[in-house]
């Protein structure tokens, strides 16, 4: 567990490395090819700092007002706070802000930077249709990726990729306007050609990379999280059971968005969509539930 919580805060330093020199080659090629001296590239480096300050300090709460949560209260919710209090203690972390979203289908999601700063959220569905081992069970899912750093990790992986997003978009509006920069455009050319062409290419395929990148980290994390959190409560069926009914549950979650998907114990989007495969956020439910009843 610990070599696990180590892990991931390695590789939150390593993911947040490897989006930064993704970013810089993408930003330092667009300038060669389309813009006169370094303005553009100091002008991409401000806006990239301040939106990555702004999602990393304020990404939680910015998550938790996408989804319309609400601050669980003692009066409704006194069940859930203490469930989540004694799974808090039994963990080894502070306890996490509870909320709850409005929804019938059955959900939850932790966010925050670190257990200090954390949130964990259910939606109304799984306070009314689970028993309570499997809320305990979906909880302690929620608690893990909160005690593991997981929501670091993720809200790392999520900023990084809205910023590839935000400026690949600033690039190609840059290029449709303004076209080559003015050397280039007298000075033309079969090689230039070929270095427009793989520019845009790049600064297409940049964010749906990007995007790729950080399903995959939030699928394996899936895994582990399943395994720690029935860890935690010494019962996966709880767990398990949770999940059967999450995946025959028909609810729509009208707050879920595709900037939040991943963050959610599984995929709040029960259509399959196009290239559902290479863009899926969570690992498939079957498996997942065949793992914890082999525990």
Known sequence: MYSQIESNKRNSIFLFVLFLIF???IV???????????MFII???????I???ISYYSGDKIVLSMTKAKEANKKDHAYLINAVEGLAIAAGIPKPNVYVIPGQQINAFATGRNPKTSSVAVTEGCLQKLNRQELEGVLAHEMSHIKNYDIRVMM?????VGIIIFLTEIMLRSFLWGGLKGNDRQQGGGLQLVLIIIGVVLLILAPIIAQMIKFAISRKREYLADASGAMLTRYPKGL???????KSDSSE???ASNATAHLFIANPFKKKQWLAGLFQTHPDVDLRIKK????
Request: charged fraction near 10%; glycine fraction near 4%; charge should be positive.
């Open 51 to 53: 939106f990555s300050l």
């Open 28 to 38: 330092y090629i667009v300038n060669l090819l389309f813009f006169q001296g370094y």
């Open 292 to 295: 914890l009843e082999s525990m």
């Open 240 to 246: 398990a059971d949770a999940l059967k009914k999450i």
């Open 43 to 49: 002008v991409a480096a401000i806006i990239a700092i």
């Open 156 to 160: 790392l992986a999520s900023v990084l």
């Open 23 to 25: 970013i810089g080659v």
């Open 253 to 255: 979650l009208r707050t």
